[in-house]
């Protein structure tokens, strides 16, 4: 199907802008069933919904080929962040110019007596968020009195941020013989409640299935320790060297922790959170579109209605907090028909209630290892040849400098010079403690039990206790970076680990033992966290387990890691 019914200055539009046929979502709301309804619409973000609200309004808004006489705002389009609201106020601009449309914005961060002046020079289109939109309303520079149509674009967006008190004044103001449009990736209690109190008989229309649902985005798992999060997002960041990739954390801190990590280690990033102004925010999506910044860190809110064209990575740094939240970050990425990767990095003890997430949501996400050295080694090496032996434009100055290091150097040693100074600019990958395919050595002793003789390189080990166990969820995979971290050991130094009910044993090279022990004894003034490790004098002894249970144990996937009991001091 095409756009053949539209008016002609929307064809000419659509056309000069390349669109051959309507997306599902256009296609949707160009029904002949659809036409002068209210309309609630399910609709992922990148699936072409704003061209498509855009569209669907125009049954209200022209008139014999031209827009209606606007002596005050037609037309009210209502979205949640300020970066959505001018990119939807662009979308539009370009639809309706050839009717001869005047579109104003109106959004926090911007002068609002310019805003109030463009509103009393007469306006076809208003486009804005609610606090802003809804202080034009009350100092009465905002004339809802001939509004034909009223858009909620990303309304349940707009309930999560605290919106309704100024969407319930903002619509109560403009006449009841409206038309309503309400789009919304999901369709919550509160957003069909705000649908039956503000649309008359609203048809329902749902895309999410169709327009891209979870096509356009491979969804990858990475389980991973605690404690080695900020090494797995590094070597993700390094292994698929995306164009432009943002980073999702729940607070404002870990925003700031993340952003000064990967600066530090040499990444071009930004950081977008509460805490930022509107000119810094202005300062780091500029940085991201201009191509001197690669990498966003950002939290769900201060992300929400940014529009970058080049994302393709998107990482859960910190796991949503819902599969709602999740589909809105993820949403980020593969637009517009683009493929893009978002990633879930998953502590171990967390992973089964992910994998619930995920069932929930009807999205197959494949479980991965986190890139090693190796693998990105091998993935630069790739990139490197690719980029060098892609065919370049050469000017005379350049050949000249060609000629007098041919005169100088071997074609070999200029080769590898050129190979070094690419490479040197590129952020040294983490090298992990330990991975859940590979398996550390302590994990694989924990599955495969005792195994008889010591193992090669632990003769003569020495053996420790630690009061955590079963009791207190305890895992090999979480244990062994804990006990790196308290030891100033590696992971090869670590070898059996044996899970008890209230403590456990592990055991430790011979070479390391004596470094390990000074590690514990300096580190014991800072014993806030009640974890206490100590040798194990008499030898090794498999720690008991519990002789009986209250009831069923959870799975360990299900179980969060919890501090022993503080003894009391007598």
Partial sequence: MTFSDLPPPLLEALSARGYAAPTPVQLAVLDPAARDRDLLVSAQTGSGKTVAFGLAMADQLIEAGQLAAARAPLGLIIAPTRELALQVSRELSWLYERAGARVASCVGGMDPSRERRA???GAHLVVGTPGRLRDHLERGALDLSHLRVAVLDEADEMLDMGFRDDLEEILDAAPPARRTLLFSATIPKPIAALARTYQRDALRLSTVGEDRGHGDIAYQALAVSPAEIEHAVINLLRFHEAETAMLFCATRDNVRHLHASLVERGFAAVALSGEHSQSERNQALQALRDRRARVCVATDVAARGIDLPTLSLVVHVE????????????????RAGKKGIAALIVPYPRRR?????????RIAA????PPTPETIGARDRERLLETLTRPVELDEEDREIGRRLLAERSPEEIAAALVRAHRVRLPAPEELLGGEARGAPGERRAAEGAAAGPRPGFEGS?????????RHNADPRWLLPLLCRRGHVTRGDIGAIRIGGNESQFEIAAGSSARFVKALA????????????QPIQEGPRPARSEQRRAGPRPAAGDRKPRPPMRRQRS
């Fill in 462 to 470: 020495r053996w420790f206790r630690i009061n955590i166990g079963r």
């Fill in 319 to 334: 796991l949503p907090r819902d599969a709602e939240t999740l589909q809105h970050r993820s949403g980020r990425t593969g």
């Fill in 119 to 121: 509103l009393a020079a």
């Fill in 353 to 361: 209630r992910v994998e619930a997430m995920l069932r929930g949501a």
């Fill in 366 to 369: 494949e479980w991965i290892a």
């Fill in 522 to 533: 300096r580190a014991a003034a800072d014993d806030s966290d009640g974890i206490e490790i």
